[in-house]
């Protein structure tokens, strides 16, 4: 019998994550000036900065190219963070090959068919509730969230409170 995403979860150190329709709800607005602007939910901001300080390794891979997305996220404490990449299983493999992770332990979200390959290739793939058809084929887990609107908060709060660290996150505060 196969496992469930949640006994995967156990062994989940690793996100990596997709940007537009994943942390974003993957609309554009298009200003007067060409500049492409997107739209976060600060609840997926809290668990990403959660994870990070529960020692998990985030990593962003996005085809999408904007300054404010990575000022973004690098105040949330993300450092790894990949921007303007149409293929990612090449920025896949040299991740997990530096910092040596068994993909088996990294859980990826991804919504559009660039993320197909590399998803494939890890241990627990998800994606929003608004994938598209070919990605939730290929799903261990479908958040019951759309992208840009907490579905990377629903699977790093999955995550460590399967691990027991999602309420501990802040001890010293309860």
Aim: hydrophobic share 35%; charged share 25%.
């Amino acid at each position: 019998m196969a496992e469930s995403y949640k006994e995967i979860m156990n062994n989940i150190n690793t996100f990596i994550f997709d940007v537009d329709g994943v942390l974003t709800d993957g609309k554009l607005h298009i200003s007067n000036d060409g500049e492409l602007l997107r739209q976060m939910h600060v609840k997926d901001g809290y668990a990403l900065k959660a994870a990070i300080d529960k020692n998990f390794r985030v990593c962003i891979i996005s085809g999408g190219k904007n300054d404010g997305v990575r000022e973004r996220l690098k105040n949330l404490g993300i450092t790894d963070i990949y921007l303007g990449i149409p293929h990612k299983m090449d920025i896949f493999k040299e991740y997990i090959n530096k910092h040596n992770i068994d993909s088996q332990h990294i859980l990826y979200m991804g919504d559009d068919i660039p993320d197909y390959w590399v998803m494939k290739e890890v241990g627990l793939p998800t994606c929003p509730q608004d994938a598209v058809p070919e990605i939730k084929t290929i799903c261990r887990y479908i958040s019951h969230k759309n992208g840009g609107n907490g579905a990377v908060r629903d699977v790093i709060e999955q995550v460590l409170k399967v691990q027991n660290k999602w309420l501990r996150t802040y001890d010293a505060t309860l």
